[in-house]
Nanobody
Framework: VQLQASGGGLVQAGGSLRLSCAASDGTFSRYATGWFRQAPGKEREFVAAISWRGSPRYHANSVRGRSTISRDNAKNTVYLQMNSLKPEDTAVYFC???????????????WGKGTLVTVSS
């Protein structure tokens, strides 16, 4: 399956963005999907994950309460709604999918190209 992330951009601190991860085919609906990010000079890190059924969902401590992952399997798309953005959220955001029941950085089977989120102070 091919994944395409979109929705990044430049936003002021406190603003919102919704990232989308569109898959190339319907098998995506059976994959757990995660969002990861990589800031300049830093390692890639986990942001959020969602099971193929839509629940359970997990969010990293750094974004919990400000971001929500969701999915629409009819559209083969997973979303990441990000609110109250902070400059430290600046990163390239990647979506990834796995046939496993959980998402880990090393355990994803498919990766999309990232989308850049820049939060200005």
């Amino acid at each position: 399956v091919q994944l395409q992330a979109s929705g990044g951009g430049l936003v002021q601190a406190g603003g919102s963005l919704r990232l989308s991860c569109a898959a190339s085919d319907g098998t995506f609906s059976r994959y757990a999907t995660g969002w990861f990010r990589q800031a300049p000079g830093k390692e890639r890190e986990f942001v959020a994950a969602i099971s193929w059924r839509g629940s359970p969902r997990y969010h990293a401590n750094s974004v919990r309460g400000r971001s929500t992952i969701s999915r629409d399997n009819a559209k083969n798309t997973v979303y990441l709604q990000m609110n109250s953005l902070k400059p430290e959220d600046t990163a390239v955001y990647f979506c990834a999918a796995t046939t496993r029941s959980y998402c880990t950085l090393s355990g994803m089977d498919y990766w999309g190209k990232g989308t850049l989120v820049t939060v200005s102070s």
